[in-house]
């Protein structure tokens, strides 16, 4: 009876495996589709459309920062964080290379001390990021692009307010501002 009892039980097991194991090859896709978002497309478009190519990228970025747990923020740290941002678009008015500069740096300390990748590797961070914060994880791209390269003004502004959505994200979401801060950007007095 107990031998009966055990090979059931192991034959559910197998069956109930191997139903998750082609549900998840089925739906492989739609599921990095939907958990990444517009960071699914740019992949695939990188990959020049090889749709299992972005795919296997997606899923080697979740197998290495699938697992990282975000820190969380002391108060002060939140402030010191929030008044750092208001002099990055502050300082958009006078020099918009070094604004880019300054929220570029900012993000990659604050992505550092909430536990993403550490050192001089972007895209290793960016990927980690585009796992926990795929619909924000462009805005840091852009900025990191526009801060010195051939980006007129208006981009480099788009790029600012797009990163402010991944600054938010990092710094716990709440009432940050953000509308507030894009505002006077789009207005072009770069305050917050």
């Not at 020099?95 to 990748?117: H, K, M, T, V, Y």
């Not at 051939?150 to 981009?155: I, N």
Request: hydrophobic fraction near 40%; glycine fraction near 12%.
């Amino acid at each position: 009876m107990t031998t009966a009892i055990i090979i059931i039980a192991v034959v559910a097991v197998a069956a109930i495996a191997a139903f998750f194991l082609l549900r998840g090859r089925i739906g492989g896709g739609r599921g990095l589709r939907s958990r990444f978002g517009p960071e699914y497309d740019r992949v695939v478009a990188r990959h020049g459309g090889d749709t299992e190519a972005a795919e296997r990228e997606l899923a080697d970025r979740v197998k290495r920062h699938g697992a990282i747990d975000e820190r969380p923020l002391t108060e002060e740290a939140r402030a010191r964080y929030a008044a750092r941002w208001a002099g990055a678009q502050e300082l958009f008015v006078e020099s918009p290379e070094r604004s880019l500069a300054e929220a570029d740096a900012l993000l990659a300390d604050l992505s550092r001390e909430r536990g993403f990748p550490d050192g001089d590797d972007f895209e290793d961070r960016t990927d980690a990021l585009s796992v926990h914060h795929a619909a924000h994880v462009d805005g840091y791209r852009r900025v990191h692009t526009a801060r010195g390269g051939d980006a007129d003004t208006e981009e480099r502004r788009a790029a600012l307010i797009e990163a402010r959505k991944l600054f938010d994200a990092l710094l716990g979401g709440g009432p940050s501002g953000r509308e507030h801060g894009s505002r006077h950007l789009v207005k072009g007095r770069g305050t917050s």
